[in-house]
């Protein structure tokens, strides 16, 4: 059991080092840190085999009070887990090259070290309060990483809104873990020893956290985590931080805002699915109905985007709502739909890794002209990176027999089959969505994948663009082949997800094609607008709709100016005024005494008659009061 | 050997030994109070290892037996971590105003101050309870009014005002109990433990019941402070010298909430269920008032101000709702994450007074519109406001969580879904401590500054190390929690 520690306190242990070491000499820094997670890579390959031989690795102590503590994997942690620390080694390897020149890269290892320890927490804790404070971890990673270039306004302007966006989805978060807890807490329902939190009980024991709560509550909860959920995974509506994190360094965006720090929100639900299966089939459709309508929200907008990185960023806001909607369709295959959105989560990671890697190398050799208006020709002129891109996007974009074909298809099936088990029309918006999702999905990386690689240089830098390296490509190389071919592993994935044999259903041929029909529609048409040059002839704003593409449906603007400047800053604007005023008021009240003693002080005149006089008033009043009340 | 009634002896021979101490004054209060501390930390070890509730080290040197005064002190598994947050409080803040740049009366008016809080929290004796309190609050009056900024003479008569009014009605209950006392049992005593007993105090007619409970409320809750009767706080910390703020955000907010747990609760019983609401209502209040108003402020200084005092909403909270609950786990846990909140609140808000106090003092500057991206410059420093900021905005792994989950656990069953108003208010603090760090730590540097210079050596280990004991306290809370739990477990 101390080698499975091992995978969390390698890199945890390794973030100070390689500040340390780094501080000294700056290269150390990042062959710490790598180094650190190949260990973590390693073992988690050996806990892979020992979950696979049928080991559950549980291991608990108190926190304090009666929370707890520790590590427990099992087949959907150590998926994970494996998917984490493969993917941030291969980025780590990268960032090697792409940090390479960066003054602080001493300060960009330590922390990316730091969030990869916090993201193996996450993933194998074993008590939701615990899985919290590594969830906060990761959250204060991606804050401090995004604002990494702090001289940048833009970076750190963004970094704000990343924490204060993502803070209000933990907070929910926190309302859920606290109801949960007070409600265990209090009831008799749950043994103490079990411990109110523990991720093995909650999930083992569903029916008895039902019967504590009861049905409402149990939702309220659902709920709240779904919010946090909503937050980290940026799902609507608080998807809005996440295309301005995309200021950061392009390798951190790969780690954090792409690969693995975005999917913590479905592994918290999948973590804890069967409270949200004894929620009530309502919870479920949220799921699904949100993270379809997700998918297919965020696509439009990605294809109005200009910015290379925006545009990937919103298609992983669209991706990881596939991976939420799965969830939803616990109808279909019962709890095997958690296979069916790991599965998805993993190879996402894989191909969005590396295409924000590739895109990376572009924006070196472009001097991050991020632009892709301004691109143009770099098939020829870097033709290993942009082969790297187009491996990327054909398996974003579900290509057959490509890993993503797989994994999505499968989800847009088992939407099919969640509208026939449903009936109503209702059930059928999650395929609707999921299916015109799919088709903008196409649009919007075609549309960037032509615009960067073929037509003419449409700038200066992109004419004189070279690939780096053979060595920084590999890990590229690695994270291009898996995408490709893991696809195979389908099955064998679900199955072990699972710890069951996931049959998939089958779904009429007509609706089966679908996807493929719009995938070479979508191919065609961007080709026709953006292969050729045509969309430098149209005007995109007389097209209706595309202002309001543009302004992002007016949802930042929503969150910025109409709830940010109008309502929370006038508020504290007001309560700030009236606090002034009480102020002076107590003030005002303070001078009143004063200026009152000072007049009484009058009275102390100092002059022997006038106390002579008080005096005879004084008694012949007394003597008055007493013979008026009957005398003596 | 050491012992509680020693080191409190020590303390008080150092204290007034600084007023002589001459130009050497700062040297040696830092170091008096530094081996205080050391002293204290030990002691807290030794008895608090294996704590299961109750008091410990109790002494009683009866003074005068017909009057039932006795000079009596010990400590509990809720004061041992209060006495080691005062005796943290005090050396950072003597550390801050090293140098000499003030006379030996500030240091000894400093080290007299400490004593008092140790006094008050030590004392289990009413007489020598309000000795001490009055002991603490006429040296911080002095300390603001020779030593501190603009408008010192009229915020430090505010402030004593305010904490004198508080003060009377402490006095006016304690005499009500003292003389009830006698009437009934027929013996005199000033024993916090007797006058305090629920057995007693129901016996009172109830008019003075209530007399007490309020009076004794109000006078701790503007120690606190908590919504209507906060107006000595924003001017007091924004007038006094930086060390004076951090001993009084850190080290006298400890005195309101040991007066809510420490003496209140054992009345708990006797509150009226109306005012539990009432204060419920005001904690409420006060979380979202002083955030937002917080959030106005351009002011580094006072907007921590509010931050304190927002923070303190948690801990009113937290009594009053656990008072309700009466007993069981949510009780437990409010009160022990109160318990928590307060000490975990004193070390952060010492910690982020005294970070400012250096970027005050490296860039002349605390606006936050002056600031801008000395980050640059000061690397050091702007990372450990960084993570005082954020211990202070409740990150888990940092103090500042623990009690804040409890808290919010163990009040749920009562406040139900007014948690969302709880929540609001995190939020909003969130937001303001977050832009705060943006605009002024991260960013461009604003180049009107020049160039400033970083933390020293002996001032990174300093702040360095407090900053290292809030993320241990928040990685492994149980070591005072349980001594808070197992207290409060005590009192059932």
């Known amino acids: ?160 809104k990343a924490f204060i966006v993502t803070r209000i989805g933990d907070l929910l978060f926190l309302i859920g873990l606290v109801v949960l807890y007070q409600g265990l807490t209090a009831s008799t329902v749950v043994a103490t020893s079990q411990g109110p939190l523990n991720i093995e009980f909650l999930i083992t024991h569903a029916g008895s956290v039902l019967n504590a709560l009861g049905r409402t509550r149990l939702f309220f909860v659902s709920l709240m985590l779904l919010g946090g959920a909503i937050g980290k995974s940026s799902q609507f509506p608080l998807h809005v931080w996440i295309p301005d994190a995309m200021e950061g360094p392009t390798t951190v965006s790969a780690l954090i805002h792409a690969a693995t720090m975005v999917t913590a929100g479905i592994y918290l639900v999948a973590r804890v699915y069967p409270l949200f299966v004894a929620s009530g ?101 870097m033709p290993l990176t942009v082969t790297l891109l187009f491996i990327g996007s054909i398996t974003l974009t579900a290509v057959p027999f490509t890993a993503g074909f797989f994994s999505k298809d499968a989800i847009i099936s088992a939407s099919w089959s969640f509208y026939q088990s449903g009936g ?187 106390y002579f006089l008080v005096i005879v008033i004084s008694i012949s009043l007394i003597f008055i009061i007493i013979d008026l009340m009957g005398g003596f | 050997m050491i012992d509680l009634a020693a080191i409190f002896a020590l303390l008080s021979a150092l204290s007034v030994l600084t007023f002589f101490a001459g130009r050497h004054s700062s040297a040696f209060a830092m170091i008096s109070s530094a081996v205080v501390m050391v002293a204290t930390a030990f002691y807290v070890a030794i008895t608090m290892e294996s704590y299961t509730g109750g008091m410990i080290g109790r002494y009683s040197i009866v003074l005068n037996s017909a009057q039932g005064i006795s000079f009596s002190i010990g400590i509990s598994g809720f004061t041992a971590p209060l006495l080691l947050a005062a005796s943290i409080v005090f050396p950072l803040a003597l550390f801050l105003s090293r140098g000499g740049e003030y006379g030996g009366t500030f240091y000894g008016l400093m080290m007299i101050s400490e004593t008092g809080l140790y006094g008050v929290l030590i004392s289990r004796d009413f007489m020598f309870f309000y000795i001490f309190w009055e002991v603490v609050l006429v040296p911080v009056f002095f300390l603001i009014t020779l030593y501190g900024g603009v408008r010192r003479q009229s915020v430090s008569l505010k402030f004593f005002v305010y904490t004198h009014i508080g003060s009377a009605f402490i006095l006016l209950s304690i005499f009500s109990l003292y003389a009830y006392y006698f009437a009934i049992y027929g013996t005199f005593s000033m024993q916090i433990s007797s006058l305090t007993d629920p057995a007693f105090v129901s016996k009172i007619p109830y008019f003075w019941q209530i007399f007490v409970i309020a009076g004794l409320m109000i006078g701790f809750l503007v120690k606190l402070p908590t919504f209507p009767i906060h107006s000595w706080l924003p001017d007091t910390y924004d007038t006094a010298p930086y060390p004076v703020t951090v001993i009084i955000a850190g080290g006298l907010s400890l005195m309101g909430g040991y007066g809510l747990f420490g003496i209140m609760l054992r009345m708990g019983t006797l509150f009226p269920l109306v005012s539990l609401w009432f204060i419920i209502m005001l904690s409420l209040i006060s979380l979202v008032y002083f955030s937002l108003t917080a959030m106005y402020q351009y002011r580094i200084k006072r907007m921590m101000a509010y931050a304190s005092a927002g923070s303190m909403g948690f801990v009113t909270l937290a009594f009053a709702s656990g008072i309700m609950e009466k007993t069981g786990t949510d009780y437990v846990l409010a009160i022990s994450g109160g318990m928590f909140q307060i000490f975990a609140h004193s070390l952060i808000i010492a910690l982020l007074f005294a970070s400012i106090f250096y970027i005050r003092k490296v860039s002349g500057n605390d606006s936050i519109f002056g600031l801008g991206g000395i980050y640059r410059e000061a690397p050091l420093l702007s990372s450990i406001t960084l993570g005082g900021l954020l211990a202070s905005l409740g990150l888990p792994g940092l103090a500042g969580f623990v009690g804040e989950f409890s808290i919010l656990g163990g009040t749920f069953q009562t406040i139900g ?35 400033i210079r970083d933390l020293s050596r002996s001032e990174f280990i300093v702040l360095g190390s407090l900053l290292f004991f809030l993320l241990f306290i928040g990685v492994f809370p149980s070591l005072f929690f349980n001594l808070f739990s197992s207290y409060v477990g005590g009192l059932l």
């Open chain 1, 1 to 160: 059991m101390i080698l499975q520690w091992l995978i969390l306190l390698s890199p945890l242990l390794a973030a100070p080092v390689a500040f340390a070491a780094g501080r000294w000499k700056r290269g150390l820094s990042g062959i710490i840190a790598s180094l650190s997670i190949a260990i973590s890579l390693a073992i988690s390959g050996i806990t892979y085999f020992g979950v696979v031989s049928g080991i559950t690795y549980y291991e608990r102590f108190t926190w304090f009070y009666n929370l707890g503590y520790g590590i427990y994997i099992d087949h959907l942690a150590v998926a994970m887990v494996l998917m984490v620390t493969f993917v941030s080694l291969m980025i780590h390897l990268f960032a090697m090259y792409y940090m390479g020149k960066d003054p602080n890269r001493h300060v960009y290892f330590a922390e990316t070290a730091l969030f990869t320890a916090g993201m193996i927490g996450l993933v194998i804790s074993s008590n939701l309060l615990e899985f919290f404070m590594f969830w906060e971890l990761v959250g204060l990673c991606s804050y401090l990483l995004i604002g990494f270039w702090f001289f940048k306004p833009n970076a750190t302007a963004a970094a704000k």
């Open chain 1, 281 to 381: 089939p309502d919870m479920l459709y949220i799921l699904a109905i949100l993270g379809s309508f997700t998918a297919l929200f965020a696509g439009t907008l990605g294809i109005v985007m200009n910015d290379i990185k925006r545009i990937l960023a919103y298609s992983t806001i669209s991706q990881l709502g596939y991976m939420l909607a799965a969830l939803g369709f616990y109808g279909v295959y019962g709890s095997g739909v958690i296979g069916l959105s790991v599965y998805q989560l993993v190879v996402h990671a894989f191909f969005k890794a590396l295409l924000f890697m590739s895109a990376g190398a572009i924006l070196i050799a472009l001097m991050d002209l991020r632009d892709v208006r301004k691109m143009g020709g770099l098939w020829r002129r």
């Open chain 1, 424 to 610: 109503t029309y209702v059930y059928g918006l999650p395929w609707v969505f999921l299916e015109i999702g799919s088709l903008m999905t196409v649009l919007y990386t075609f549309r960037m994948f032509f615009l960067v690689a073929l037509g003419k240089p449409r700038s200066h830098l992109a004419e004189h663009a070279k690939d780096p390296s053979l060595v920084a490509l590999l890990p590229l190389a690695a994270l291009a082949v898996l995408s490709l071919i893991f696809g195979i592993f389908q099955g064998s994935f679900y199955d072990f997800v699972n710890g069951s044999a996931l049959v998939l259903k089958s779904v009429p041929i007509s609706i089966e094609i679908i996807p493929l029909v719009f995938l070479v529609a979508g191919v065609f048409l961007t080709y026709f607008i953006f292969g050729t040059g045509l969309w430098q002839k149209v005007n995109f704003s007389a097209v209706p709709g595309y202002r309001t593409l543009k302004n992002k449906y007016y949802l930042d603007r929503l969150f910025t100016n109409l709830i940010a400047e109008r309502g929370i800053l006038p508020a504290a604007g007001a309560f700030g005024r009236f606090e002034d005023s009480y102020n002076s008021g107590n003030e005002r009240a303070g001078r009143g005494v004063l200026s009152f003693g000072s007049y009484l002080r009058k009275l102390q005149s100092g002059i022997i008659e006038n």
């Open chain 2, 417 to 451: 879904y007014l948690i969302f108003v709880v929540i609001f208010s995190m939020i909003i603090t969130a937001s303001y401590h977050i832009w705060f760090a943006q605009r002024s730590l991260y960013g461009p540097y604003n180049e009107g500054l020049g160039r």
